[in-house]
């Protein structure tokens, strides 16, 4: 009968928001890392390759004269 019966573990009643404090900093530096590398391999390269493409291809004296063609300067 004793063999069945298991002790139930004591309450941590000293350093319980210390380790909680400890585990939720660890997952939070954590899931905040995860968030940044996965932001620049998804988000950032994506949008820089892109700005390179467009820039690669762009006049600035083609952009000009067809804004100026439109009447939209008033100093042109």
Same mark, same amino acid.
């Given at each position: 009968m004793s063999g069945e019966v298991s002790k139930v573990s004591k309450? =941590?009643? +000293?350093g319980l928001l210390q !380790? =909680?404090?400890k585990k939720n900093l660890?997952? #939070?530096?954590a899931v905040a890392s995860a968030a940044a590398? #996965? =932001?620049k391999?998804?988000?950032? *390269? +994506?949008r820089k390759n892109r700005y390179a493409e467009f820039y690669k291809s762009y006049d600035i004296d083609k952009s000009f004269e =067809?804004? +100026? !063609?439109?009447?939209?300067f *008033? !100093?042109?």
């Open positions: 309450p =941590q009643l +000293r !380790s =909680q404090i660890i997952l #939070a530096i590398v #996965a =932001q391999f998804l988000l950032n *390269d +994506r =067809q804004i +100026r !063609s439109k009447g939209l *008033d !100093s042109c």
